[in-house]
């Protein structure tokens, strides 16, 4: 059987445990009610998503369940991505195994006193960055929230901290960068706005210059500058009743407050393979990889 989540609904925050991607855990939790469909698959019309039945072996009994997200047509979906949906493609998070920041210090090649200082330095940085998502396709997670957002249109809102396009590879039409993106630029000088960019500025090339003489930076937000879309994204987490973080640390401000201000108003799910440093502000929290807990996570009641 194919790994996949083990979910704790709803545990106070202080039984928020911590399992493991394998379904092999000794499993001491308040668990979802067995169900007797055990074994089974079923696609949902509305989201075109198959579910499927977990089994974790290790308990007393062995339980079966299925990871699903029920979500009533009343409901409006927030999602926040950060950089563990990507990972299942290659890209490397910035936290954790393999992060981004044990080969380099971000305050050397992710803020404006580093393009301040070095500017070929950000450039090279940003170019590795590029080669490396270029190659990268949408996994699983990415594929099954476009299929979400074909379901519930309107009231899907999605924001990702991450600056790489697979949610738009994916088909996702309407996505929010709060950090930027990879694969666009803007200068440092005139009001000219972004544009697509997708070249490596690597040394010895000379760092691009725009006609009006300023440098061409990368389409990014750096530590210490203000998240784009912020009023947007306050908007939609006012109207929303669930939301969902995919694959974030829970430590970057704004994102990791997202949770807090619609804490005890919406539903707060959490779906990743280790719990976020914010998550005792979630009531759900599914335990697993995006791209294997979400595939058949979503099921759109129709009204
Ligand atoms: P982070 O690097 O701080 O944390 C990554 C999180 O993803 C960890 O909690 C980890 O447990 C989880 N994770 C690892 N594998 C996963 C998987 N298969 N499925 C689900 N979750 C998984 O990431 P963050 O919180 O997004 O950090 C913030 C910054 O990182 C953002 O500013 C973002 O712009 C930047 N970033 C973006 C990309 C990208 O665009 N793909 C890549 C690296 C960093
Ligand atoms: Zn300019």
Redesign the pocket.
């Known amino acids: 059987m194919a790994g996949g989540a083990v979910a704790l609904e709803n545990p106070s925050p202080a039984r928020l445990l911590r399992v493991q991607t394998q379904l092999r855990v000794g499993f001491r939790s308040r668990l979802p009610a067995p169900r007797n469909e055990s074994q089974e698959s079923s696609t949902h019309e509305d989201c075109g998503a198959s579910s499927q039945t977990y089994i974790i072996p290790g308990a007393a009994n062995t339980v079966h369940f299925r990871a699903v997200l029920n979500i009533s047509p009343k409901d409006r979906v927030f999602v926040l991505t ?7 493609s290659g ?6 195994a393999g ?2 920041w044990r080969d380099y210090r971000f305050e050397e090649v992710a803020s404006p006193h580093a393009w301040q200082r070095d500017p070929r330095l950000v450039w090279e940085f940003y170019s590795m960055r590029r080669r490396v ?1 270029s190659d990268a396709k949408p996994n699983p ?1 990415h594929i099954a929230l476009a299929e979400l957002e074909r379901a519930l249109r309107e009231r899907l809102f999605l924001c990702t ?4 396009n697979l949610h738009e590879q994916a088909g996702s039409s309407r996505v929010v960068h709060m ?1 930027g993106e ?1 694969f666009k630029s803007r200068c440092d000088t005139c009001r000219r706005p972004p544009f697509d960019d997708a070249g490596a500025y690597e040394p010895p090339s000379e760092i691009p210059r725009c006609a009006c003489g300023g440098r061409i930076r990368p389409h990014i937000c750096w530590f210490g500058e203000v998240p784009y879309h912020v009023d947007e994204i306050f908007r939609a987490l006012d109207a929303c009743t669930l939301f969902l973080a ?7 401000e704004p ?1 990791s407050s997202f949770v807090g201000h619609v804490q005890g108003r919406a539903r707060t799910i959490y ?4 719990e ?1 440093a914010n998550g005792s502000a979630f009531t759900e929290c599914y335990v697993g ?3 294997e807990v979400l595939p058949g996570f979503f099921r759109c009641e129709s009204s």
Do not use: C, W
Request: hydrophobic share 40%.
């Open positions: 950060g950089a563990g949906i990507s990972a299942e890209i490397p998070t910035f936290r954790g992060g981004l998502a997670g901290q991450n600056v790489d950090h990879l995919v694959g974030t640390s829970g430590v970057v994102a779906v990743g393979p280790e976020p990889k995006a791209g």
